[in-house]
């Protein structure tokens, strides 16, 4: 198992895990508990100490009607004593009032029937029985009849019974603060004891046993193992540490079996890697087509374990194949090749699949592709594999292998038919090059028989015209006797072959000129010199030629052709008395041809479209230097011909 695949198992167990089991959902919802009850209980203390102080407050105000209605029963004897005793009579009223609001906003025990009750008795008995006696008008110094008095001291008995109602209801709140702080205690103590031991039991514990499981291993003792107790993370990691523990002890106890497994898988590795090295330069080697066939195909039947095989090539219209090479094919192997040819017997390649994938086919099943089967096939192999050879999502042929034996279907089998599928990618990389190569040869030949064939045009082909043309006046001067134009015609002829066998060796010599590591540029070019003053005798002066030109072998090969058509041109047609070629190497690479002879009018030819066959040729080898060619040219004072090449 791979480390990522440990990774996933791992993340699998994690969600195995039951929410009930789950240690961190446990730590969860105990601190939510614990949260909400000691917010409720404190808030509920809260609330107590809040109605406590009220519970003082009315008290107090209770305690102060009392002295009030002294007050008042003490004024109604006194003179001028309205105001006063009006002012006494609204402050009992608005604090037996609020004494009314404050009950019936009470929190904890809102609306307390029997306070209610006793401030409407009292507020009852003061509007019917007080308030008259208060406002009854007295002499000064009046003292109240003892009926007067009794009604006095009955209130205010009312009174003391409100206060002490209100220090009942008080009471019963100081002992229900009393018990909210005892149970506040109490879930302290029960929480620290209830963490210490929830922190033991699940945290401390199984991390003690992990960490004397490790120290066990640590120590040699790979038969160390934790008992799993529960279902939690920690749990994932104890069952972690044991698989980590069974591995350890299986690689220590197999270690020597495993590194032979690793070292064989190695070396089967390297050996795939060997083959396709070594397959790899030996197709992008020169040989010819036939060989690299024929030891492609052996390699792939040694490496598939294959009993025979062949190469095809598809033709141009991809309808057959060619048959290029086999091996292993029973005798009948002449029927089997006439079946590989057509289009419809053996292999209709038209119906196979268009991917590069090999292809299975069971010769004594019925196949998907209604491929016909010769019998020789069938009776003397069990199943073949087709491997199509593809290069840029093209077909070019196919590689077939076939086995005596059933397929085993094993990865050892995989992994050669993988190996095979690419050896045939280089295959065809290799045919494709081979293909590209002889077209650029076949190119490069059709262009050098054009270039002869217009040299032949412009040199060997006048001078025929001329001969032909000096035969027939030697006819005519021959039938009219007239020895002296027979003899001038004859000297006519002799020279124009002379002519012909020259510009005919110069053309062989001008086609096997080549620049390699034999001859350099310079070495060529004073060779062409040379061979131009040995034929025509016109000095020829020649600057810069030493210098070190950047130009590449192709690019110096076509400026040696340019050269020697300029020479040619001078011979034939200039009546020069001195030529001069000079080099220039800086920016740009400039080869400049010059003579003092006659010249022509570029013009007239441009308007009659009677361009020279030598220009034409210069100007063709010129574009394949990739340089640019200028000729001028004036009437009886010479020409130039300056190539220019471009270092970029």
Known sequence: MTVTQKINHTKNEMKKISRRH?????????????????????????????????????????????????????????PDHQKALQSEQNDFVFILNNLLKSDRNNFIFPNNAKIDK????????????????????YAFNTILSPKELQVADQFVGYINQLVKLIENQNTQNIIWLRFIQTILIIMVIFTAFSAIYLL?????????????????????????????TNKDEFSVVSAGFNKMA??????????????????????EKNHELAILYDMTIFLHESHMQDTILESFLNKIISLGYADGGF????????TSLDFLYSQGLPKQSDIVKKCYFSSHCFFDVTVLPKNPNPIYIQTKQQNKLDLSIPNCIEAAFDHFVIFPIWHNNNEIGMVVLYFKNPRTSSEKENQNHYLIKTLTKQLAISIENQQLTLKEKQLAILEERNMIAQGLHDSIAQSLSFLNLQTQMLEKAINQKDYNRILQNLNFIQKGIQESYEDVRELLLNFRTK????????????????RFKAQTSIPIETNNLNQHFFLTQQQQLQVVFILQEALSNIRKHSSCSQAKV???????????????????????????KLSHVGLSIMKERTEKACGIINITSILQHGTTIELIIPQQ
């Open 22 to 78: 789950s240690l961190s959902l446990k730590l969860l919802i105990s601190i939510i508990v614990w949260v909400t009850g000691a917010i409720f209980f404190t808030g509920y203390a809260l609330t107590l100490l809040w109605q406590l102080e009220n519970a003082g407050k009315d008290i107090n105000y209770a305690g102060s009607l009392r002295m009030k209605i002294y007050h008042m029963i003490t004024l109604v004897s006194q």
């Open 118 to 137: 006793q401030i409407e008795v009292i507020e009852q008995y003061y509007q019917k029985n007080v308030l008259p006696l208060l406002n009854k008008p």
């Open 200 to 228: 033991y039991k699940f945290v401390i514990s199984p991390l003690t046993r992990l960490q004397n499981a490790i120290q066990q291993l640590s120590i040699g003792n790979l038969s160390e193992r934790i008992v799993i």
């Open 246 to 267: 069974d591995n350890l002890q299986d690689l220590y106890n197999n270690l020597e079996q495993k590194v032979s497994q690793k070292t064989i898988a190695l070396e």
């Open 311 to 318: 190469i095809g090539v598809l033709n141009k219209d991809k």
């Open 515 to 530: 620049i390699n590591h034999t001859e350099n540029f310079q070495e060529v070019v004073q060779k062409v010199l040379k």
């Open 582 to 608: 000079t080099f220039e190497n800086g920016k740009n690479f400039i080869m400049r041809i010059e003579d003092d002879g006659i010249g022509f009018d570029i013009e007239i030819i441009k308007k009659k």
